[in-house]
């Protein structure tokens, strides 16, 4: 009979996430084959600099104290130990890497440098010409003329616009009305189209077959309750200067961080620990895994790509996928070439305000992160940092769980003798460190006392992450066939601001094009 604080337990787990990883890999393939190669409106802006030297200092302390937290592991799980260096060594990695790494700037990538690339032909950033996809459905008025205002008050304008209202159940023929005009006063070519619910992919694939000119085109999505920053355009076209560069991932922020405790540590979770540490790593090696849905750049040819391998018809085991749209995008960009994130392209986007938002939303991202890992461990190359990051994801993930119901389940059980209180102190420390990251996005909307407020608040995002989050991913993994959108069934978050001016009476739908 093995212990309970036996290192059996979490090998197991891992041993079963790369016996999975192999499997994947070998046996499962695709029927297509994968491309190879001044107003209340808030601002915000990337200032990584500052925050380097104290991000280091941190680390360092961290460290000791990791070294010296050890010494309870030792007295308690001994054998455990190996995990423990496993996560720390991952942790610490991914910060290093995230804090050094800086946002993409015209000047990092020279003309010159540009011309000693063999066959490289892309069009400078001035020339590159953003096609925005807005997919919309039951999504309130004052959000989605928020969104669409922001994207005519951008540094560099959208080339054009394509909104599809996916069989919304709420009237948003004012809103339309609205947008029309000001795309004739801004000279923006834009559709607006309406179509039966068919669900967030069709409403792309309508958006994607409404362009009118695919000349230098780099694709951007949208979600319908985001607003960009005046500089977010701009700021993600600059990575495209690299002819490798097929996608950017920008930064999304809540709008509503504010409302309450639940929104506090979630935005610390997304903003400094997802997207700030983890994806940010990532693009040093250009190899982000996911985009968000919030804001994201792709060069056509990738978008492209995910039509000609069946976007719209995506299947798992029997089950029609309609979620998990972002990762399908980032996927072929990816195989395509290199995939990035622009910190300094930042967009304002309503998160959830109540529990059961909150956990449909997570269970639907951890159905399609399980669908998306399958097909990113089968497809991309062993030797990536991609697949790498992919696997190891796992391996933490499963192996951390099992770990954690040793240490607070098993052994209490088995033996009667809790955990030493000093367990919570690294995983605290920890989360004070990652969570210095929150303060690299400068916002208008929230005060410095406001943002440490929820910085003081990161021992709970951590918490959070580990004692609800993980058993929601754990469903959401297990259930993953269970491919219906799981949200908005009508519109959830309703934002009081009066309409802006300009507004015009309900008139007719159609096509402007810029003149």
């Known amino acids: 009979m093995l212990a309970a604080d036996s290192i059996a337990f979490p090998l197991i787990a891992t041993a079963l996430v790369i016996l999975g990883a192999i499997i994947i890999k070998l046996l499962f393939q695709r029927d297509k084959e994968l491309p190879n190669s001044s107003d209340l409106r808030p601002a915000a802006r990337f200032r990584n600099g500052i925050l380097v030297p104290g991000t280091l200092v941190f680390l360092g302390l961290g460290a000791y104290i990791g070294y010296q937290y050890l010494s309870f592991v030792d007295g308690y799980v001994p054998e455990l130990k190996p995990f423990f260096l ?9 910060i290093i890497i995230a804090v050094l790494s800086r946002k993409f700037t015209r000047s990092s990538f020279s003309s010159q440098q540009l011309k000693d690339v063999p066959g490289a032909h892309i069009p400078a950033q001035e020339t590159l010409r953003p096609i925005v996809m807005i997919p919309v459905y039951n999504e309130d008025e004052t959000s989605l003329t928020n969104n669409l205002r922001a994207l005519f008050d951008q540094t560099v304008p959208p080339a054009e616009i394509h909104v599809v209202d996916d069989g919304s159940k709420n009237d948003l023929s004012q809103v339309e009305a609205w947008f029309l005009n000001e795309a004739v006063a801004h000279n923006i070519a834009v559709t607006w189209t309406r179509q039966e619910n068919q669900g967030k992919r069709m409403a792309h694939a309508t958006a994607y077959n409404n362009i009118i000119d695919r000349t230098n085109a780099i694709i951007v999505t949208v979600d319908s309750d985001g607003v960009l920053d005046k500089n977010a355009l701009e700021e993600g076209l600059i990575p495209f200067e690299r002819p490798e560069v097929y996608s950017v991932a920008g930064v999304v922020v809540a709008s509503n961080a504010q409302k309450n405790f639940l929104a506090r540590i979630t935005d610390m979770i997304f903003v400094a620990g997802q997207q700030l540490v983890d994806r940010q790593a990532q693009s040093a090696f250009g190899n982000v895994i996911v985009n968000s849905g919030g804001l994201a750049l792709y060069r056509i040819a990738a978008v492209d790509a995910a039509m000609e391998t069946g976007y719209t018809e ?166 993953c066939r269970k491919t219906g959108w799981n949200t908005r069934q009508s519109v959830e978050i309703v934002h009081e601001t009066p309409q802006p001016s300009g507004f015009v009476a309900p008139g007719g739908a159609g096509t402007i094009a810029a003149g």
């Open 86 to 94: 496993l996560f720390g060594a991952t942790f610490f990695f991914q």
């Open 314 to 479: 995506e299947d798992f085991f029997g089950s029609h996928v309609v979620f998990s749209d972002d990762s399908y995008f980032t996927l072929m960009a990816l195989k395509l070439g290199k995939t990035v994130q622009q910190p300094s392209a930042i967009v304002f986007a309503d998160m959830p305000e109540n529990l059961s938002h909150h956990v449909r939303q997570q269970l639907r991202w951890a159905r399609g992160s399980f669908i998306r890992g399958w097909w990113r461990v089968r497809h991309l190359d062993p030797l990536s940092y991609a697949w790498i990051r992919q696997v190891l994801g796992y391996v933490l993930f499963f192996s951390m769980t099992v770990v954690v119901l040793q240490i607070v389940l098993f052994k209490p059980i088995a033996t009667g003798e809790l955990p030493p209180w000093q367990f919570l102190l690294i995983p605290a420390f920890l989360s004070y460190i990652q969570g210095v990251r929150y303060f690299a996005i400068e916002r208008s909307d929230m005060s410095n006392s406001s943002q440490f407020l929820t910085y003081l608040l990161s021992p709970f995002s951590i918490l959070w992450s580990m004692f609800v989050l993980r058993p929601i991913r754990l469903w959401g993994f297990i259930t």
